[in-house]
Structures are given as structure tokens and as C-alpha cells.
């Protein structure tokens, strides 16, 4: 089993950074892949970026040139790094980790970006 906590979530202006981290209790070197998924209350979760254990990484179309996804192997953590924070950014921002057949979830870090 691998918990996973994000952090780092906060209030930013738009326009502005915010980096979010996802500790995992064990070694993500093996896991299959790993992704940032993000829901506004009412809508469906949304796939934001995915980093796969080859170190491929996959963006949505409404992240991509903004937000960066990486990972520290040997902290065990999963990053992202968000840039030109948009209102429509904000959210609450969820780290998974598919370890095969199992999927692992994150209890979730809010964004709030101010316009």
C-alpha cells in the first residue's frame, strides 16, 4: 500500500506560482505511473498531468507551457510546479499513484487563485 500526501496548496493571485509536492510513504522508483488530477466542487475530477515510471510525462492541453510535473526519487515525492496561475486553476489538486493492478490516491491540497 502507498499513502500519499499533497502539500502546498494555498491563495495566489493570478498570474502567480504555487509549487505542490505529494510525499509517498514508500519508494515511487517501481510505480507504474503517477498523475495530479484536480476537481472544482460539482464537476467531474480532471486529469492534469502524468509522469510514468520511464519518466514520460503527459499534460492536459489547458496545463501545457504552464505547469511542470516531476518527481524526486530518492525523496519519495511528486511535484508540480504550477506558473501563470489562471482563476479558473483553482481547485482542489489530488496526487495518484497506479501501482498495478491497485491506485492510490491523496487526500487533496486546495488552490485558490484570486483574480
Known amino acids: 500500500q502507498v499513502r500519499l500526501v499533497e502539500s502546498g496548496g494555498g491563495l495566489v493571485q493570478a498570474g502567480g506560482s504555487l509549487r505542490l509536492s505529494c510525499a509517498a510513504s514508500s519508494s515511487i522508483f517501481s510505480i507504474d505511473a503517477m498523475r495530479w488530477y484536480r476537481q472544482v466542487p460539482g464537476l467531474q475530477r480532471e486529469l492534469v498531468c502524468e509522469?510514468?515510471?520511464?519518466?514520460?510525462?503527459v499534460y492536459a492541453d489547458s496545463v501545457k507551457g504552464r505547469f511542470t510535473i516531476s518527481r524526486d526519487i530518492a525523496k519519495n515525492t511528486l511535484y508540480l510546479q504550477m506558473s501563470s496561475l489562471r482563476p479558473e486553476d483553482a481547485a482542489v489538486y489530488y496526487c495518484?499513484?497506479?501501482?498495478?493492478?491497485?491506485?492510490?490516491w491523496g487526500q487533496g491540497t486546495q488552490v485558490t487563485v484570486s483574480s
Open positions: 509522469i510514468t515510471r520511464s519518466g514520460s510525462t
Open positions: 495518484n499513484a497506479f501501482v498495478l493492478p491497485h491506485i492510490y
